[in-house]
């Protein structure tokens, strides 16, 4: 498993435009911190750029999926199931402690904000098994995936702006908070991560027969990997 890892982390770095990709899994994180500074922790916003970022490694390995030279080789369904789950769970993880860092910190600095804090920081859990599900099909139903996405961040930020401008009274999740500790809520973070990953490893299992959906890559990828 750890070669496997290994194995992924370094075919990443050959990936289609590896830098640029990289670059913008940078942007995201600053963005997200950005944003973060701007809004004391209180939006969710910032913490959903920091953990999207992961989702530029696993298009670097899809990415990989499309040449003629990998469809024939033996990391084929690695470079579609395995690989990328793998490293989504590790930078995951790595994004997800950026997160849970940041609201512990927020929340020393300003106790009057545990409650909106900690229901910001559930939404990302909520948001990060959305995620996971989104990355293990986009690459294969490309307008499913997008509309399977859009649904229900458009229905939780609906639910999440509602509560915000109550204060974060009265709503469900606000409910669910109060009786929660922020002790619960991390492990509840973590666990979100592990749930995320194996379940964008079963369903990218289940689909990886399925041919991958050209419109998920930029033109300029097909180009040159049909090159």
């Known amino acids: 498993m750890i070669n496997d890892f290994k194995k992924a982390l370094q075919l990443s770095l050959y990936g289609f435009k590896a830098k640029v990709q990289m670059?913008?899994?940078?942007?995201?994180?600053?963005?997200?911190?950005?944003?973060?500074?701007?809004f004391q922790g209180?939006?969710?916003i910032g913490a959903y750029f920091i953990v999207l970022a992961p989702v530029y490694v696993s298009q670097l390995l899809y990415g990989m999926g499309m040449s003629n030279m990998v469809a024939s080789s033996p990391y084929k369904k690695k470079l579609q199931v395995l690989y990328p789950a793998?490293?989504?769970?590790?930078?995951?993880?790595?994004?997800?402690?950026?997160?849970?860092?940041?609201?512990?910190?927020?929340?020393?600095?300003?106790p009057e904000n545990k409650g909106g804090l900690m229901y910001v920081l559930l939404s990302v859990c909520i948001f990060c098994?959305?995620?996971?599900?989104?990355?293990?099909?986009?690459?294969k139903y490309f307008a499913l995936a997008i509309v399977?996405?859009?649904a229900p961040v458009m229905g939780l930020s609906y639910i999440f702006?509602?509560?915000l401008f109550n204060n974060y009274e009265g709503g469900l999740l606000s409910t669910?908070?109060?009786h929660m500790s922020l002790g619960v809520l991390v492990?509840?973070?973590?666990?979100?991560?592990?749930?995320?990953?194996?379940l964008q490893y079963a369903l990218s299992t289940a689909l990886y027969k399925k041919p991958l959906s050209e419109y998920a890559m930029g033109m300029a990828m097909r180009k040159a990997l049909k090159g």
């Not at 670059?23 to 701007?38: K, N, P, Q, R």
């Not at 849970?100 to 910190?105: E, H």
Request: with cysteine.
């Open 148 to 150: 399977l996405m859009l």
């Open 129 to 139: 098994i959305v995620l996971n599900f989104y990355s293990a099909i986009v690459y």
């Open 23 to 38: 670059i913008f899994m940078i942007v995201f994180v600053i963005v997200g911190f950005v944003w973060e500074y701007f």
């Open 187 to 198: 492990l509840i973070c973590y666990l979100t991560v592990v749930i995320g990953a194996v």
């Open 42 to 44: 209180m939006h969710w």
């Open 176 to 178: 669910l908070i109060d």
């Open 86 to 110: 793998s490293l989504n769970f590790f930078f995951e993880l790595i994004a997800m402690t950026i997160i849970v860092l940041l609201k512990i910190f927020e929340i020393r600095s300003c």
């Open 161 to 163: 702006t509602s509560e």
